[in-house]
T-cell receptor
Framework: GQNIDQPTEMTATEGAIVQINCTYQTSGFNGLFWYQQHAGEAPTFLSYNVLDGLEEKGRFSSFLSRSKGYSYLLLKELQMKDSASYLCAVGGTDKLIFGTGTRLQVFP | GAGVSQTPSNKVTEKGKYVELRCDPISGHTALYWYRQSLGQGPEFLIYFQGTGAADDSGLPNDRFFAVRPEGSVSTLKIQRTERGDSAVYLC?????????????FGQGTRLTVV
């Protein structure tokens, strides 16, 4: 079966660091994606990991451990505009399978 | 256009009616996906096209749902005898190639409300 778990909601303070975890069990694996989705808007691509380890891109980093079925998205120097939902998605055999998303609220 | 375009952006229909939702992918993208997203949930896979053919339609909830992509570009999602439970945002995405290891670009979605 397909199962992707991530926390439903998180809160953090402007300027802080937050880590959003994602665990997955899927048939077929072609990499793990993180997407950002602001309310009422389309998801936009943040990162892609296919090998174990940390990928850094500016304020955002993403980590993958394939043996543990685990990934996290790390957001540094949080800004108010980072308030959004963060979707963990696994590349299956022919499609992306999404988790339910983590709604992050950043407070001043 | 530069991105994935979906029309209409909003659609309100009565229960039992037929609706068509259109997706215009990024030019040159051979892979096209339809997802459905309910409030507070992640996108739920419906169907995937590689070129003109439906490579995977395992996510279509029942036979009221059907999608086509006759020329390998624009796609239409068709819903017959709509039900209130069909209300959701229908998202279309496209990507280069067919494997899900490349970035998928999403349209703004069509918000369907069945009353």
């Amino acid at each position: 079966g397909q199962n992707i778990d991530q926390p439903t909601e998180m809160t953090a303070t402007e300027g802080a660091i937050v880590q959003i975890n994602c665990t997955y069990q899927t048939s077929g694996f072609n990499g793990l994606f993180w997407y950002q989705q602001h309310a009422g808007e389309a998801p936009t691509f943040l990162s892609y990991n296919v090998l174990d380890g940390l990928e850094e891109k500016g304020r955002f980093s993403s980590f993958l451990s394939r043996s543990k079925g685990y990934s996290y998205l790390l957001l540094k120097e949080l800004q108010m505009k980072d308030s959004a939902s963060y979707l963990c998605a696994v590349g299956g055999t022919d499609k992306l399978i999404f988790g339910t998303g983590t709604r992050l609220q950043v407070f001043p | 256009g530069a991105g994935v375009s979906q029309t209409p952006s909003n659609k309100v229909t009565e229960k039992g009616k037929y609706v068509e939702l259109r997706c215009d992918p990024i030019s040159g993208h051979t892979a096209l996906y339809w997802y459905r997203q309910s409030l507070g949930q992640g996108p739920e896979f419906l169907i995937y096209f590689q070129g003109t053919g439906a490579a995977d339609d395992s996510g279509l909830p029942n036979d009221r749902f059907f999608a086509v992509r006759p020329e390998g570009s624009v796609s239409t999602l068709k819903i017959q005898r709509t039900e209130r439970g069909d209300s959701a945002v229908y998202l279309c995405a496209s990507s280069l190639g067919g494997a899900p290891n490349t970035e998928a670009f999403f349209g703004q979605g069509t918000r369907l409300t069945v009353v």
